[in-house]
């Protein structure tokens, strides 16, 4: 017989022991974008997604040799930082784009979310302010949100962040006695907007974070990914105070499924996440890093890079171009030089949120609605396209869906 109380309701009552952050905790509009691209029905703008016909075929031999020759130790426990080679192969790329990165700084992590989620472990109280970019990544805002933290949006304009809006915000919070514990910043093709940080603003960002002791937190995940422009330093770069914490992944330059990213930061935060990691999933995979090191000693990885840039920078061109052929003045656009992603704003008073369920019910068409990357649930006439993961052939019939759903918002169909 079960325990009184116990009986009843989906969760069997369950529900009543729950944590208040459990309680808390809304829907993942992460587990819907997932659920959307797994619809073959659908023309998704909406998961940022490598293209799988971009990744290597050399996978399958790298794989089936590292299980052939090191099957004991592939398939083992690995040590929670990291094994040693993996973590001086990620320093040593690190430091070839100009950053001072020791292999005692790297942890190595299940992506570059839970680096986050490990670096809100090391810093984070209830009530505790973070400063993020306006808008910002909605996997940032769910996962500093798991932690109870008080997000504090900084706006930005049509570059990106802006540093004269941080320092008064920082001040702010000083005078109101919770100074932030650090900045969460996508300063390099961001995630939404696909905007890259100028190094002017670069260099002042960091220069207000050292006026004020706030470390930044960089997440890197797309800086590799450039096929326009000139490549502009990262912040961990441009660091020489040790106020940057840096979140990378092999996610968008090698492959998801891997499941790989790291952290580089100073000695006594590195120690912390080492101690957090293991309570957490103990150890990242032992394969993955032994394919990533076997993958980046034969210079796959850079070519890996390539060729997904390459991609890259014909699907932006093909989604930009249909964007202007059919929407015209109607839409304002952003041009990434680098990422997976554009970012729209539709006229005032146009309801994406709702537009969406229209748009995936009756057009089969999807994309990421713009309140969703906002801590306020601002930006009702904004969303996110992400362009990486569609056929080139797909990418026009996917903006005239759009265009029409959007002409029958216009019209009032319901």
């Known amino acids: 017989m079960a325990p009184r109380g116990l009986e009843n309701g989906p969760g069997n009552g369950l529900e009543r022991l729950f944590s208040g952050r459990a309680r808390a905790a809304q829907r993942s509009e992460l587990a819907a974008l997932f659920a959307l691209a797994e619809r073959p029905d659908v023309v998704s703008f ?76 090391v810093f984070l109280e209830p009530g505790d302010p973070v400063v ?7 996997g940032a805002i769910q996962t500093l949100s798991t932690y109870e933290a008080r997000l504090v949006e900084v706006p930005g304009d ?13 001040r702010d919070l000083e005078r109101a006695g919770r100074p932030a514990k650090f900045v969460y910043v ?7 907007t696909g905007l890259t940080l100028p ?15 706030v470390p930044v937190v960089e997440d890197h995940a797309y800086a590799e990914l450039r096929y326009e422009g000139e490549q502009v330093p ?42 957090f990691k293991q309570g957490t999933d103990q150890c990242s995979s032992t ?6 090191l076997e993958y980046g000693r034969l210079g796959l990885v850079e070519r890996q890079i390539a060729v997904t840039t390459a991609g890259l920078r014909e699907k932006k061109r093909v989604t930009l171009e249909a964007l202007d052929r059919r929407f ?61 993961l569609l056929p080139v052939g797909l990418i026009d019939e996917g903006v005239r869906r759009l265009r029409e759903c959007y002409e029958a918002k216009s019209a009032g169909v319901r």
Not at 132 to 138: I, K, R
Not at 199 to 213: F, K, Q
Not at 358 to 367: L, T
């Open 46 to 121: 909406a998961g940022g997604f490598p293209d799988p016909a971009w990744f290597l075929p050399e996978c399958e031999q790298v794989a089936a040799r590292l299980l052939r020759e090191h099957r004991g130790s592939a398939l083992q426990y690995g040590p929670t930082p990291g094994l040693t080679a993996f973590r001086e192969y990620v320093a040593e790329r690190c430091r070839r784009q100009g950053m001072e990165v020791s292999p005692a700084e790297v942890v190595v992590t299940s992506g570059a979310l839970q680096g986050l989620d490990l670096v809100a472990k």
């Open 132 to 138: 993020v970019e306006c808008p910002t990544y909605l």
């Open 158 to 170: 049509e570059v990106g962040l802006v540093p004269e809006a941080l320092d008064e915000t920082l």
């Open 186 to 192: 996508v300063p390099s093709f961001q995630n939404p």
């Open 199 to 213: 190094l002017d603003r670069r260099r002042r960002l960091l220069e207000v974070a050292s006026r004020h002791g």
């Open 234 to 275: 990262a912040l961990k770069a441009l660091d020489r105070e040790g106020l940057v914490i840096l979140l990378g992944t092999f996610s968008k330059i090698f492959s998801p499924g891997l499941r790989l990213g790291w952290t580089a930061a100073p000695a006594a935060v590195t120690e912390k996440i080492i101690l």
């Open 287 to 292: 394969l993955g890093q032994l394919m990533a």
């Open 328 to 388: 015209g003045p109607l839409v304002r656009r952003t041009e990434p030089e680098g990422g997976f992603y554009t970012w729209l704003s539709l006229p005032e008073g146009v309801d994406t949120v709702r537009m969406l369920e229209r748009a995936v019910r009756d057009h089969r068409v999807a994309y990421v609605a713009g309140p969703a990357f906002y801590v306020g649930r601002r930006g009702s006439n904004q969303l996110r396209l992400c362009y990486s």
